[in-house]
Every structure is written in C-alpha cells, then in structure tokens.
C-alpha cells in the first residue's frame, strides 16, 4: 500500500478564526491522508518544528486576520532554512488576489480562498504533492 | 379552548387532511416536489403549509402576549420602531487610531447612529503593539490600541456623552472599558454619562471565537467586577454582550447559537449572583448579540424565541425588574455567508440578512459590507451596507407595526420548535456539569465543529445551493477596489508607544501595577485598581501582563 500522505494544517499568528482549517483537515482526513492540526496562535517556529517532527509532505497554512504577508512567508522561507524545500506549502483564508503571486513567489504553491470545494484541495495536494 | 373553538379546529384538521390527500396530492403529481425534504439550517423539517393546528397550544396572554409585555415574545419595547428606530452601527476598525477615527467621522457623517469598535489581534490578545506576537498583525483584522493616548486618537472629536459606542473586546475588556472611561474623564464627561457595550463575553470565546487570555475562574471574576462596577459607577453601560455571532460563524446552526448563547447568559448571571449581587442590580445592563444569517424565518423565530426564554429563565433566577427579563441584542448580518466570487451579490444577501433582525427587533445593527470575503472594507462598500439600513428603515414600511410577523402560523410554530430545542440543549449541558465543564470537555466545539462540516459538505455536494459558488458561478475574478492601509502606520504607533514609556510618571505607573498585582492576589473589584493603571498611562501589555501572571493563561485542547 502507497504511503499515506501527511499534511500538518497550521494556524499562524493570533487569528482565532478555525473554521476553515477544521473543515479542511477533517476532509483531508476523510480522503485519507495523516492529518496533525497544530491548533491556534503558532509562530512559525512552532510550524517549522512541528513540520520537521512530524516528517510532514505538506503545509497547510490558514488565516483570516490578513497578515498573511508576514506570516506566510516567515513560515515558508524558515521551511527552506531547514533544507525542507520538498514539503508543499498551501495556503487558504481571507486573502486578496492581488496578494496571490507575491505569495506564489515566496514558496507558497497554492492559495484557495472562500468557496473552494474541500475536493479541490484534496486533488490539489494529490498531484503535487512532492513526495 | 373552549367547545366552540375545539369543533372549529376539528373542522380545521378534517379539511387540512382532505386537501393534502386531494388538492395538495394532485398539485404534487403535476408538479413534484423540488426535493424530498426541506429543512431550515438547523436542520428543522419544515412542512408544506402552516394552519391554526400548529399553534394551537398557544395562549396567547402567556405565551404571546403584547409588546413590553411578559414573555415579551414580541418585543421589548411597546413601540418599537414607531417610536425609535434601531441604532445603526457598523463595526469597524482598521490600522492606527488616526486611520479608524476618520472612518468614525465618515460614517457618521453618512447617517450612522452609533459606533462599534474592531480591535486587532494584539490588541483582542492584551499585546501592544511592539510585542513580538504582534508580527504581522498590526492594524489587519481592527485597530490598534495599547495605551490611553491611542484611545484619545480614536475618539478624538466624538462627542462621548452623546454617541454611544460598542467595543469587540473580551480577554481584556476591563483595560480597555478602563481607557474608554479615563478617556471621557479627561475630558470632563462624567462616567455616568458615557453609554454603551463592552463584548465581555469569554465564554463564546473558549467555545467559538477563540481570543481568550485568562483561564475561566479569573475570567469569570474579572467579569463579575465589570458587572459590579458598572451598575454602580457606569449606570448606562451595557457590561456585557452575550454572544451567539461568534458562535454562528464558527459554524453553529440556529439552535445552537440560540442555545448556548443564552446557556452562555445564564451563566453569567449564576456567576454574579454567587458573588452576592442582587439579580435585580445586574441584569437591566446585560445586553446579547446574535447573527443574521441566510434562512429568513428561522432567523426570525430565533430572535424571537430568545426574548421568550430568556425572561421565562430570569423570571425563574428571581428576577422581579421588568427591564431584569428583556433580552436586547444587537445583529450583525453572517460574516460567513458572504462569497468572495461575485461579491456584488453580497448586497442583495446583507439585505435579507438585516431585514429578518429587523423583522425579529434588534436594538442595533451592523450590516456587512459586499467586499469582505476579500479584505477589509473600502469606504463605498461601507457606504452601502449603511444605505441598506436605512432603505429599511425609511423606505420598506416593515417599521411601521410591531412585530409584524406576530400569529403567523409558520413563525409562531418555528419560535416554540426552536425554543424546545433549546431547552434540549440545556439539558444536555447540564448533565454535562454546565457550560463550564461541557466546555472543557469540548462538547460545544465539537458540536459547532460537525455542524460546519455538515455545512460545507452539503454545499460541495451542491445540496445546498450558493448562488455564485455553486451554482450560476462566473469565470472572471472580482475587481473591486481593496482597503489600502496607511503603511506608516505601525512605525508611527510604536514611536508612540515608545515616546509614552518615557515621558510618563514611571514610578506611578509601577506603583499602580504593583496595587493592581496585589489586588488580583486577592479578591477585591479589580476595576478601580486597572482605572489608575489607565490614568497613569500604564499600557494595554503591561496592565495586561500583571494579570497573566497572576491568573495564567488558557490553552484550549484543538478539537476538528
């Protein structure tokens, strides 16, 4: 049997907002993969850490706050400071489209904001998922 | 019921059960049906047709009654809107306290009636704004305010004792109702003249919004002493606002958002009353706010159903005060409801949304502007939620009579099922050991997390249509015009923060930390002891600081 996938859904920074992530990591989940859900108010430290600890194959990233700039980007650039460039990082939330290719630029593969169907993050992270 | 009126219901029900085997049965054969079942969001059947049959162990005195009256199913208030209409007060906050204090001014030039206050993360979370937890977060989902100087810049030019203001703010809501109070001090308006809301409510927050601070002991004191301190000092400030919003967005359905709310209220009365305050002194300022979300009269019936169970259970806790039983609430439309893909429709959803609280009557009311799905909203969008009020209110007719949805078949009969499930609810929490222990067990969270997935499935099936989601969905992205905020803004308020801990009387601000640090040991009215931190310029993070270390800090157990 293929190895199951393991995702860690994160929540950054003080955004107390989990309904989201909840949802996503239930229907990861429920499609099967490993899923560790950090709970709320983690500095990217902690998702770094975690990351490495739980030998994770993806990040999810969540936040409604908008400060997803900073928080994003610290998390991934710290991600490829502990040589964990093949760990695919997505990110879901309240986040402008104008916002969406900086994101893309800093490592972060893949934004879904409101109204994505929970089966287009499945699929999304099936084919790309990096290893 | 009498003889007469039980023959006429008999005839009622012979002639309802020959129309749906004769008239109703032949229409469906022409036409059949849409779906198999229809269900309201809190997954309530709900049956082709209402009729006098439905409501028919309803008396009216004591289970209706008139507005102003007991159970004050139709209102608090005899008049209603005929007299005044709801307060419109759109919640709002963004950046530095210059930026947030022009949207006051542009909104009230508009027409606005009352002000409500976001405050950012670090600021719900009692940091300032140079703390390194703040990162990121400066000014993103609200203002940032950590010191009295701030609070001086958000009001600045707003007549305190003339406008009332409600403020988003739990974990630390005694600090920052202390700044809004030194604030008026110094300018010469006395306590008893300031009117408005302070949130208050942890509860909600362990549950749903998640932006506590304290563990729920001291966090129950600290409100206690804000119920205490108001009544005595603040008589026009409504000390708490019992939440269901949060509870809703979170994913909750109707029911549950009506249920653990007012589990939530009595709660807090249960906690005030141990202190030994006199229900009678306490109740008149607890205040609650609920969501407005897409199911017309289900929204409805739960406005409804809350006023009628919230004066049957104060009623039963020995409140005699007529104003001790009203339930007055604020509505603020479903932030959740709101879609990102063609966010003009977001209008037309706001505007149902208001009209169903305003058909169920709030006190006030915040509608959502059409861009937050997106981002923070833009001035025009702000504009137009606002105009959406007062359409309603000028414009539609529905101010005209009081509860005009009062007798309907369909709304009486959704009201009391409401209620009853409810009360199912209740008795769940109980055995659970109250909200307290079913909380820490995770009972709510784990029954707002399965409602929110059972949400979004029905949606991702298309059993639930969103129109612009799922259904009737364009190619092209949204172009509407963003909030940009002022970039200078956080430089300029940690120059400001900085500036401050040097100019003031250090040595009076340690002195009243350490009074105040004293006092929390203890069990004194913290309210007076965090005044004087205020007055002196103390900092939201410091003030805040000496109450973590004495009551620690709360760490919830993740539940999906």
Redesign the interface.
Known sequence: MAKKIRVLVAKPGLDGHDRGAKIVARALRDAGMEVVYTGLHQTAEQIVNTAMQEDVDVVGLSLLSGAHMTLFVDVAVMLKEKQMDDVLIIGGGIIPQEDVPRLKKAGIAEVFGPGTPVEEIVSYIKKNVKR | MDIAEKDIMEQIRQRHIEWEHQLYAKAIKENPERKTKFKNLSEIDIKNVYTPEDTSDLEYLNDIGFPGEFPFLRGVHPNLYRGRLWTMRQFAGFGSAEETNKRYHYLLGHGETGLSVAFD??T??GYDTDHK?????FG??GVAISSLVDMELLFHGIPLDKITTSMTINGPAAIIWAMYIANAENQGISKEKIGGTIQNDILK?YIA???YIFPPEPSMRLIVDTFEYGFKNVPKWNTISISGYHIR???STAVQELAFTLGDGVEYVKAAMKRGLSIDDFAPRLSFFFNAHNDFFEEIAKYRAARRIWAKEMKALGAKKTRSLWLRFHTQTAG?S????QPEMNIVRVTLQALAAVLGGTQSLHTNSMDE????PSEKAVRIALRTQQIIAEESGVTSTVDPLGGSYYVEWLTEKMEEETYKYFDRVERLGGVIPAIEKGFFQREI?DS??RY?KE??TSQRV?V???RYQLDE??SIP?LKMDEKGEERQIRRLQKLRTERDNSKVQSYLQQLRKAAEGDENLMPFILNCIHSYATLGETCQVLRDVFGEYK?????
């Open positions: 993360y670090p719900l979370y937890l703040a990162r990121g977060e993103k989902c927050e919004q998640k932006s967005e979170a994913g959740c709101l879609t990102a893909q799905a997106l981002a923070l997390a929110a997935y979004q949606i991702d969103i612009g989601v799922n992205q949204p963003i919830e157990q993740a539940i999906y």
